[in-house]
T-cell receptor, first 117, second 111 residues
Framework: ETGVTQTPRHLVMGMTNKKSLKCEQH?????MYWYKQSAKKPLELMFV???????ENNSVPSRFSPECPNSSHLFLHLHTLQPEDSALYLC????????????????FGPGTRLTVL | GESVGLHLPTLSVQEGDNSIINCAYS??????FIWYKQESGKGPQFIID?????DKRQGQRVTVLLNKTVKHLSLQIAATQPGDSAVYFC??????????FGTGTRLLVSP
């Protein structure tokens, strides 16, 4: 619906599991983001990638491991998560401000609802 | 009203009325602001944005007003419809590729 897709939409995992979240953007953007949205809290920026390179890690625990193989795809690998990591994980993309057609506007995917048991 | 900090949890309006959602921001140096709409089970959807060199910007049924003197941002929705029911939150640019988001205002539209 917004040009940014995320899979899976829902995920339930145990604390010892390893899983991955996938994001794909069809907007031709070169920047991609991971956010965490918890109940009654503002969106928290986790990671930023520009042209496949990580440019921001907002003090995220190492149990979250991002991967950006190309400008259209972004993954978030999860392992040994805690129940407090249960949240909606949102991916976003934008065209970096310094590039042609760049803007500060970020476009979001539908999110993955993660529950850690 | 909502701020990148405070929030007004719920705003209830009648269908057809105009809605005004408010947001206060703290950084007087912010030069970009954006409003998102988030429906249940969906990701945030871009509504409208405004740069600090403007006071007002209009879209389809929506208007954003920026008062830099008092660091206040508002979203006006004309002729509110049931489909407008959602959580609305503002964000301000806090640095390169960094948006700081408010916690949101829930808009409830009753027939």
């Amino acid at each position: 619906e917004t040009g940014v897709t995320q899979t899976p939409r829902h995920l339930v995992m145990g604390m010892t599991n390893k899983k991955s979240l996938k994001c794909e953007q069809h907007l031709g953007h070169n920047a991609m983001y991971w956010y965490k949205q918890s109940a009654k809290k503002p969106l928290e920026l986790m990671f930023v990638y520009n042209f496949k390179e990580q440019t921001e890690n907002n003090s995220v625990p190492s149990r979250f491991s991002p991967e950006c193989p190309n400008s259209s795809h972004l993954f978030l690998h999860l392992h040994t998560l805690q129940p407090e990591d249960s949240a909606l994980y949102l991916c976003a993309s934008s065209q970096p401000p310094a590039s042609q057609g760049g803007t500060d506007t970020q476009y979001f995917g539908p999110g993955t609802r993660l529950t850690v048991l | 009203g909502e701020s990148v900090g405070l929030h007004l949890p719920t705003l209830s309006v009648q269908e057809g009325d105009n809605s005004i959602i408010n947001c206060a921001y703290s950084n007087s140096a912010s030069d970009y602001f954006i409003w998102y709409k988030q429906e249940s089970g969906k990701g945030p959807q871009f509504i409208i944005d405004i740069r600090s060199n403007m006071d007002k910007r209009q879209g389809q049924r929506v208007t954003v007003l920026l008062n830099k003197t008092v660091k206040h941002l508002s979203l006006q929705i004309a002729a509110t419809q049931p489909g407008d029911s959602a959580v609305y939150f503002c964000a301000e640019k806090a640095g390169f590729q960094k948006l700081v988001f408010g916690t949101g205002t829930r808009l409830l539209v009753s027939p």
